[in-house]
Nanobody
């Protein structure tokens, strides 16, 4: 009933920028925590950034000062602005959200992932 769809990934040179978007759709009553994770080949999936309903955020240490997570509650969308990208940022980026469905409880959802490749 709830779907998360990421967009905005692609190939970018080191030092470049990308803006990822994740739109939630379906029978949504409310969205609480929203987050971006990433997983590089052969590595564990890691939390990159998280934003709660009240707007508080937290970031992976290695992306602090470079990435910014934000949300547009009216559009049920979370964004990840990524600046000063480094090759080590290369990964599949996944959207994650805690969503309360209409007429139901709260569940955690994952998007399908969007590839970000930072290479010259």
């Amino acid at each position: 009933q709830v779907q998360l769809v990421e967009s905005g990934g692609g190939l970018v040179q080191p030092g470049g920028s990308l803006r990822l978007s994740c739109a939630a759709s379906g029978s949504i009553f409310a969205i609480y925590n929203m987050a971006w994770y990433r997983q590089a080949p052969g590595k564990q999936r890691e939390l990159v950034a998280r934003i709660i309903s009240g707007g508080s955020t937290n970031y992976l240490d290695s992306v602090k000062g470079r990435f910014t997570i934000s949300r547009d509650n009216a559009k049920n969308t979370v964004y990840l602005q990524m600046n000063s990208l480094k090759p080590e940022d290369t990964a599949v980026y996944y959207c994650n959200a805690d969503v309360r469905s209409k007429g139901s409880g709260t569940s955690n959802y994952w998007g399908q992932g969007t590839q970000v490749t930072v290479s010259s």
